[in-house]
């Protein structure tokens, strides 16, 4: 079994038969009708020799790794996408394949399909004891290697850029996306590096999409201090000083770039949408504050070509995001063609959406909803990571305030523990981590229910509203007050046996 998800339709998974005799894998759709039954449909065949399910592409997502008659290993992801698992440049990553009774200190790690007679000799026979991304291999000679093939990000923001555009792209898009990224970080080596992922996912992107991203004048090595100052901030400080009034200053270095030779992509206004809501995601959680900054240089970057606005809301939050304002970047500018009219002027902004609707409920702004990251653009999404949600904090947050400014209920106390029972239900425990701002409503509303508490709710509403004496009533056994304290002879020998 593989790639079980929700593929945009209906939930599905796949499975692989693989029958070694006659060197093929007959792939098997398995949905549940209507009527609560099974359906089974063949989608496919493939040269195969062995398979195994493993995690090798998506972190949450079983892919098929196939061992071929040639002796290749081709990954089927994406539902029935191949992707070649023994590509040249990626030494290190699967060891070479030694045998347990010769070990020579002197091998190094290499190319899967190296074209050593080494190699061709031993090919992949059998695929065993796979464990999420490890799995055993068995060679034409019967050697056993254990191998881990891992090409999932471990960067929390390249992750969650890819997740909130698996919801945004069709799927021929996406997947060209991820196996330009995953491509791009196997020539890198798979370097944990968090910068090394990211600039890896950017370099994808902006190959898919097309965009010639511009480069700021690198400072030569030659160049003196005094000119390097010129790339500093400190040179607009420095411009008034009455002190260098008298001195030659550098001159700034050029920040325009080369214009686009041809119209942008039709897919950047929803790449650019969906990045802006991650970024509005991450902006709730202080702790995400970093992982902002380097997120909002590569929407500063897109938007500076369709929205500028967007560029300009953007750098208002991270200053040092770029080297000058985004829109004086581009010689077509803000009344050009290039202009994107399916996105707003000005882009969403979730955190005054949420203080508009607590104090006007009236307000029809809509709230939040993933799924309008296709659907306004009219695309249907890949869905390659199923069901997950990468915009989890922005979602939590968009179904507490929605209690708080429901207007079908007219108590205000009665909005607030609407709002408080959801925090409890979702075990909510990042309100230490939001904005002051944000966090203020949702902590009058349970100082409102602290003070004023119903009697019939479980111990952890009292607890979360800070009425440990009534959460310790509501934990309490009621049997042991009618026995004084103490439990009956049976119970108390019944406890003691299973100690």
């Known amino acids: 079994m593989f790639d079980q998800r929700f593929d945009g339709q209906v939930d599905r998974a796949l499975m692989g038969i693989c029958r070694p005799a006659s060197e093929t894998v007959t792939i098997l759709s398995i949905t549940k009708s209507s009527n609560r039954t099974l359906c089974v449909t063949q989608v496919g065949e493939h040269p195969a020799v062995s398979v195994a399910s493993m995690r090798v592409m998506r972190s949450n997502i079983d892919d098929l790794l196939v061992a071929e008659p040639t002796g290749a290993l081709t990954i089927l992801t994406h539902g029935l996408q191949k992707y070649n698992a023994s590509t040249v440049g990626i030494g290190g990553v699967v060891p070479h394949f030694l045998s347990r009774a010769r070990p020579s200190p002197s091998a190094a790690p290499m190319e899967v399909d190296n074209t050593s007679s080494n190699v061709t000799s031993n090919r992949v026979v059998a695929l065993r004891d796979p464990i999420r991304s490890a799995v055993t291999i068995e060679l034409l000679d019967g050697n056993l290697s254990r191998v881990s093939v891992d090409f999932t990000p471990k960067d929390l923001l390249t992750s969650q850029c890819l997740g909130v555009l698996a919801l945004t792209l069709p799927a021929d898009w996406f997947f060209g996306l991820h196996v330009t990224f995953t491509d791009t970080w196997r020539s890198r080596r798979l370097s944990c590096a968090p910068e090394t992922e990211f600039e890896c996912f950017k370099s994808a992107l902006l190959t898919i999409l097309e965009i010639e991203p511009y480069q700021a004048d690198e400072v030569e090595t030659t160049t003196t201090p005094w000119e390097r100052l010129a790339h500093s901030t400190s040179l607009g400080r420095l411009e008034d000083d009455v002190v260098l009034s008298g001195l030659r200053l550098p001159q700034r270095p050029s920040l325009k770039a080369r214009p686009p030779r041809k119209r942008p992509h039709a897919l950047l206004a929803p790449v650019l949408n969906a990045l802006h809501m991650l970024g509005e995601d991450l902006r709730l959680m202080v702790h995400q504050h970093d992982e902002v900054h380097r997120l909002a240089g590569l929407i500063c970057l897109i938007a500076s070509i369709i929205r500028p606005e967007w560029a300009d809301y953007w750098k208002r939050f991270c200053p040092n995001v770029t080297s000058g304002w985004v829109h004086h970047m581009y010689d077509h500018g803000r009344d050009s063609s290039f202009v994107d009219d399916r996105l707003p002027v000005w882009p969403p902004d979730m955190t005054a959406m949420f203080y508009g609707r607590v104090n006007n409920p009236e307000?029809?702004?809509?709230?939040?909803?993933?799924?309008?990251?296709?659907?306004?653009?009219?695309?249907?999404?890949?869905?390659?990571?199923?069901?997950?949600?990468?915009?989890?904090?922005?979602?939590?947050?968009?179904?507490?305030y929605q209690c708080l400014a429901d207007k079908t209920?007219?108590?205000?106390?009665?909005?607030?523990?609407?709002a408080m029972h959801l925090m409890v239900s979702h075990k909510v425990g990042f309100l230490n981590l939001l904005p002051i701002g944000l966090a203020a409503p949702l902590r009058e509303a349970a100082r409102t229910c602290q003070l004023a508490p119903g009697q019939d709710w479980p111990a952890a509403a009292y607890e979360f509203v800070g009425r440990n004496d009534l959460a310790e009533g509501a934990n309490a056994n009621p049997g042991l007050l009618n026995t004084n304290g103490y439990r009956a002879v049976k119970e108390f020998l019944v406890s003691n046996l299973e100690v």
């Open 409 to 418: 209920v007219e108590d205000s106390r009665k909005r607030a523990e609407n």
């Open 363 to 400: 307000w029809k702004l809509p709230w939040y909803d993933i799924r309008k990251l296709s659907s306004q653009f009219k695309l249907i999404p890949s869905c390659a990571y199923g069901r997950i949600e990468p915009l989890a904090y922005l979602r939590q947050l968009t179904l507490i």
